[in-house]
């Protein structure tokens, strides 16, 4: 079972609010992935991190940043919400010492709702 | 992207066995992974393909030809629990980040 932790599950909040959204993962893996998630939709990477330092956007635009101080931690932040950021938010990590084919472990996700 | 393609809805009878097809762009093609995510849940993991030709774990088998840029998911004695959405994606020219198809939601009948 993969060691990978998102706080909150559900966030309900008003417009306007600076939110972020923690992920953490346990397993020392130095790549980490945002997705956004829409319902019945694919999954579309909004940012990933290849390590300590490392953010780069994903394939979707999003408002949102993301910072990657340790290697465990990657929170993404709204700095000012928006109804049209009501969505599911899944971060996942996986490793690279073994190459491309390592599965990306994903967290329980934190699904959105802005008011 | 890879414009990952996939059937959005199938069914099957528990029991039998069903094969869920995906087809993607080969440029930049770097592997192919297939994901089970249920209802509200997380995706998980299932199986990787980076050569040509069938992987088979337990009831699940999945398959890959490179030339034809197309995939499949086998999912044999069907069970009830495996009523979910099964998601293709493709590693490309990034290497580790993935691009997902949208999911072939699955339902298993009695």
């Known amino acids: 079972e993969a060691d990978i932790y998102q706080t909150p599950r559900y966030l309900v909040i008003g417009t306007g609010k600076k939110i972020t959204l923690e992920c953490s993962q346990t397993?020392?893996?130095?790549?980490m992935y945002w997705y956004q998630q829409d319902p019945g939709m694919e999954l579309h990477l909004i940012h990933y991190?290849?390590?300590?330092?490392?953010?780069e956007k994903g394939d979707l635009s999003s408002e949102s940043t993301v910072s990657r101080i340790r290697t465990e931690h990657f929170p993404l932040t709204l700095e000012s919400a928006r109804p049209s950021h009501t969505s599911q938010y899944l971060c996942?990590?996986?490793?690279?010492?073994?190459?491309?084919?390592?599965?990306?472990?994903f967290g329980d996700g934190t699904r959105l709702s802005i008011l | 992207g890879q414009n990952i393609d996939q059937p959005t809805e199938m069914t099957a009878t528990e029991g039998a066995i069903v094969q869920i097809n995906c087809t993607y762009q080969?440029?930049?093609?770097?592997?192919l992974f297939w994901y089970q995510q249920h209802a509200g849940e997380a995706p998980t993991f299932l199986s990787y393909?980076?050569?040509?030709g069938l992987e088979e774990k337990g009831r699940f088998s999945s398959f890959l030809s490179r030339s034809k840029g197309y995939s499949y998911l086998l999912l044999k004695e069907l069970q009830m629990k495996d009523s979910a959405s099964y998601l293709c994606?493709?590693?490309?020219?990034?290497?580790?980040?993935?691009?997902f198809g949208k999911g072939t939601s699955l339902l298993v009948t009695p």
């Open positions: 397993m020392g893996h130095d790549k």
């Open positions: 994606a493709g590693s490309g020219n990034s290497g580790y980040a993935l691009n």
């Open positions: 991190s290849y390590g300590v330092n490392s953010t």
């Open positions: 996942a990590s996986s490793e690279s010492s073994r190459g491309v084919g390592q599965p990306q472990h």
């Open positions: 080969t440029s930049g093609f770097n592997g």
């Open positions: 393909n980076v050569l040509d």
